[in-house]
């Protein structure tokens, strides 16, 4: 059994030195290639950012706290709301569960008496 387990163990150790060879030889190819999608993402946000008049990012930067506010606070009240549905679920569950058992209960019982009487 003993052997078993170290045949496993070998196994598993050179499958693991194998897959991380791998990954040491194509981890600089996603590193130049998320390097350049990167890039071409802020070209591209430079590019635009020199679109847009100098007023609306004057308001932005003059209002650019009650934004964040509002956005946060927007963000806020919808994981508010996604919790209260979440941990609705789990109390409608065992509601449900509740109610089922006392009515099998009550039927159960109802039917034993009506067959004493």
Known sequence: MFCLFGYIFT???TR?????????????NYYNYYNMVFNKISAYLLY????IPEEILEYIKNNLNQILSTMTG?????YSFLMDKIT?????FVNIFVFLIFVFLFSYFFSKDKARS
């Not at 927007?74 to 919808?78: G, P, Q, V």
């Not at 609705?88 to 409608?92: A, G, H, I, K, Y």
């Open 16 to 28: 693991l030195t194998f897959e991380l060879s791998k990954l040491i030889h194509t981890l600089p």
């Open 74 to 78: 927007f963000l806020s009240n919808i």
């Open 88 to 92: 609705m679920v789990p109390n409608l």
């Open 11 to 13: 196994l598993i150790i």
């Open 48 to 51: 635009f950012s020199t679109k």
